[in-house]
């Protein structure tokens, strides 16, 4: 059998980075800003654009008001960060690509190292996936032409799902990031 060559991709900030096989020094919180302002929720199938930074700061949000650690808040952050690198898929075919999960796993494991959060309990992914799930429910009723699902959500508060200049959205995505890994560091 012939093994293939592990291709990499060129970053925003011009790294040669090998997403399948990341290392801690190949991730700048700048490239996943960018990318995750640029790429839309749900594949598009939004009646308007709605970033997965726009998700990823209101995931972060709803965690610091239901009282989460600012380590936690932090991860709610950059729950998402390994789509910069990866892309994104629809959760149906997420979980039948088994290879592509693994692989997801991975990545955002060592980016988790590499900006600060390192490994995460059981608990605490569940906590992130919890918050997901309702800021998914919440873009869904808000943005989907159908309305939401028939499914119920708990938010603190209701996020804006207007459209916001990407510019803008990675801006803000920064100024929240170095400001959770200053607090989370504060320890």
Do not use: W
């Not at 949000?61 to 390994?82: F, P, V």
């Not at 629809?90 to 494991?109: A, C, G, N």
């Not at 943005?143 to 996020?159: A, Q, T, V, W």
Request: hydrophobic share 35%; proline share 2%.
């Amino acid at each position: 059998m012939k093994l293939k060559k592990i291709e990499p991709i060129c970053t925003y900030t011009n790294i040669t980075m090998y997403p399948l096989a990341p290392r801690e020094s190949d991730f700048r919180i700048e490239d996943i800003a960018h990318a995750l302002s640029l790429m839309t929720r749900a594949n598009g199938h939004f009646r308007s654009f709605y970033s997965v930074a726009q998700h990823c700061i209101s995931c972060s949000i709803e965690g610091e008001k239901r009282g989460y650690a600012h380590r936690l808040n932090l991860a709610l952050l950059l729950h998402d960060a390994s789509e910069a690198y990866l892309s994104d898929l629809t959760r149906p075919v997420k979980i039948s690509l088994h290879d592509y999960s693994e692989i997801e796993r991975q990545l955002q494991s060592v980016l988790f190292r590499a900006l600060g959060v390192g490994a995460l309990s059981a608990e605490e992914e569940k906590l992130i996936s919890v918050i997901d799930d309702d800021m998914l429910y919440y873009e869904f009723e808000g943005l989907h032409i159908n309305g939401g699902f028939d499914r119920e959500y708990h938010l603190k508060e209701r996020y804006s799902l207007a459209f916001c200049d990407m510019k803008e959205v990675e801006e803000t995505y920064l100024e929240r990031y170095y400001d959770l890994q200053k607090k989370a560091g504060e320890r």
